[in-house]
């Protein structure tokens, strides 16, 4: 008869044969989600949905109408980010 921690094992190597050892580190962890809703945006650029929705009329950032849901890309948000960031520093002093 199998002890408890005999059968643990065998699962073990039967799974890592049968989906490999590498499965979960190809996984992305789920903060890496390719898109962020308008609320999740809103928090993250400290912006109101009016300043969003003007920045989308001006065509900073581009909206994906998927459904009755809007989304934005984050690797748009994080380029938009970036360029605000390092414009923020080329300022001159007055």
Request: proline fraction near 1%.
């Amino acid at each position: 008869m199998l002890q408890k921690d005999d059968l643990k094992e065998v699962i073990v190597e039967v799974l890592e044969t049968m989906v490999g050892k590498n499965f979960l580190a190809d996984q992305k962890p789920k903060d890496d989600a390719e898109f962020l809703t308008r609320d999740e945006l809103c928090a993250r650029l400290h912006i109101t949905y009016t300043t969003l929705w003007r920045m989308e009329k001006r065509g900073e950032i581009h909206v994906h109408k998927i459904g009755r849901r809007n989304l934005y890309n984050k690797l748009e948000v994080d380029a938009l980010i970036s360029q605000g960031s390092s414009s923020n520093t080329n300022m001159k002093e007055v």
